[in-house]
């Protein structure tokens, strides 16, 4: 398996899973009683990290490979694009994420997920469309 084609299958696992939390999981958090949603999202959050995380681990390796092999316009960009994920991750998501389990602010951190959340929802798809282009055209 190359390079190019593992970047694509994980960029296209993080654009799927982006998609599925803008559109079905952070909007359902809205709906839950507060009692109920911290215990959910305990369990959530754990589970989805063990999708997540080896995911943005091999997102960030990858690229940064191609970044020492190849210095181009598609290299940088992407390099560009996973820093800017993971900043937006751990300065937004993680404290947001850490309130809910908390029980501090979760309404405002519930909303601030959903609104929020459409700045990563554009950068993994912008990266995986990248990667498409890079492969394919």
């Avoid at 809205?30 to 989805?48: D, G, M, Q, V």
């Avoid at 950068?123 to 055209?137: H, P």
Wanted: glycine share 2%; charged share 10%.
């Amino acid at each position: 398996m190359t390079v190019n084609l593992i970047r694509m299958l994980g960029d296209f696992g993080l654009v799927v899973l982006i998609w599925m939390v803008q559109l079905i999981i952070y909007p359902s958090f809205a709906r839950y009683t507060h009692e109920n949603l911290l215990p959910w999202h305990r369990i959530y959050t754990k589970r989805l990290a063990s999708i997540v995380i080896p995911l943005m681990f091999t997102q960030v390796f990858v690229v940064a490979y191609q970044l020492y092999k190849t210095q181009e316009i598609f290299t940088y960009c992407s390099a560009v694009l996973v820093v800017l994920v993971w900043l937006s991750t751990f300065t937004q998501f993680v404290p947001l994420h850490n309130n809910i389990s908390k029980g501090e602010k979760v309404a405002d951190s519930v909303e601030k997920l959903i609104q929020r959340n459409w700045i990563r929802t554009a950068l993994w798809t912008v990266l995986f469309m990248l990667s498409v282009w890079n492969n394919i055209l």
